[in-house]
């Protein structure tokens, strides 16, 4: 079932995500927020007039699908474009939904890929220290 959920304040929302089988975000800060849920998301991002934003897209999905077997990855890949053009949607999704197991589980070992990096602050100390 798809449910619309009402806005929340922001303290609440990643315990939102949480909860939720499959969540459609919009905006980089929740689409960081939804990759770190560790459940299926499908990300929308802000059109760009000049397309930038699906290059954007592309670059993201050849990085999250690493490990993923060429079906898997394409059926990730058309249900992101389809929901970004607006076009195509029906099918993507049913795709989407069949494999939304395996979905899941490549998400939550791709949190952990993400968590297994240093923080952004951390790296930024050893790059200056290597440089000094």
């Known amino acids: 079932m798809i449910r619309p959920i009402p806005f929340v304040p922001i303290d609440d929302f990643d315990r939102l995500l949480w909860r939720c089988d499959i969540n459609f975000v919009r905006g980089e800060d929740s689409f960081v927020r939804?990759?770190?849920a560790g459940?299926?998301?499908v990300w929308q991002l802000y059109s760009q007039d000049d397309g930038a934003h699906l290059?954007?897209?592309e670059a993201?999905?050849?990085c999250y699908g690493e490990g993923l077997d060429a079906k898997m990855q394409t059926t990730i890949r058309r249900m992101f474009v389809a929901?970004?053009?607006g076009r195509n949607i029906g099918p993507a999704w049913e795709e989407f939904v069949s494999n939304r197991?395996?979905?899941a589980r490549h998400n939550r070992n791709w949190a952990e890929k993400l968590a297994?990096?240093?923080d952004l602050a951390s790296a930024l100390v050893n790059f200056c220290t290597s440089k000094v």
Request: hydrophobic share 60%; no cysteine; proline share 10%.
């Open 116 to 118: 297994a990096k240093p």
């Open 39 to 41: 459940n299926p998301f």
């Open 60 to 62: 993201f999905l050849g």
């Open 34 to 36: 939804a990759q770190w």
């Open 55 to 57: 290059a954007k897209l």
């Open 83 to 85: 929901w970004n053009l």
């Open 101 to 103: 197991a395996v979905i």
